[in-house]
């Protein structure tokens, strides 16, 4: 599947997430990533995962879906289960840095995975412009 932006009421939970979440591109530092979406089917314990690309350096972000659409708030779900047992937080969600992109000073980041508000810190850091710097998690 091929990344777009998902407009309306399709897709709209995850590019809300995304859109909500990181308003500043954890590896290059811009204020207008304009995620864009794509999905990954795989055979793991963790589910499908939802890529996320930035518009402006070519990076793509992954999450697990079930983390996305809540459903591993808990423990009753399956995958929320799953991923207690794995020894992470339930309600806690977890990206990786899936590609780089144009970053190549984050290259060795890839396949590293941090909790949304480790990537809204690396953010805040690549920032250029401090003077407006908000907290966004």
């Not at 309306?8 to 954890?26: E, R, Y």
């Not at 990076?59 to 697990?64: D, E, F, G, I, Q």
């Not at 995958?79 to 060795?108: F, P, V, W």
């Amino acid at each position: 599947m091929e990344f777009k932006r998902m407009e309306g009421f399709v897709g709209s939970v995850p590019q809300s997430f995304i859109d909500n979440n990181l308003k500043i591109c954890p590896l290059c530092g811009s204020k207008n990533p304009h995620w864009s979406i794509s999905q990954k089917m795989q055979f793991k314990l963790e589910g499908n995962l939802y890529l996320f690309k930035c518009e402006q350096c070519n990076c793509v972000l992954s999450a697990p879906i079930p983390d996305v659409t809540g459903f591993n708030n808990t423990v009753l779900t399956t995958t929320g289960l799953l991923k207690k047992l794995s020894g992470k937080k339930n309600g806690t969600i977890y990206m990786k840095i899936y590609d780089s992109g144009n970053c190549a000073d984050m290259a060795s980041c890839v396949g590293n995975e941090y909790i949304l508000e480790d990537l809204n810190k690396m953010a805040q850091e690549k920032c250029s412009d401090t003077s407006d710097i908000k907290r966004f998690y």
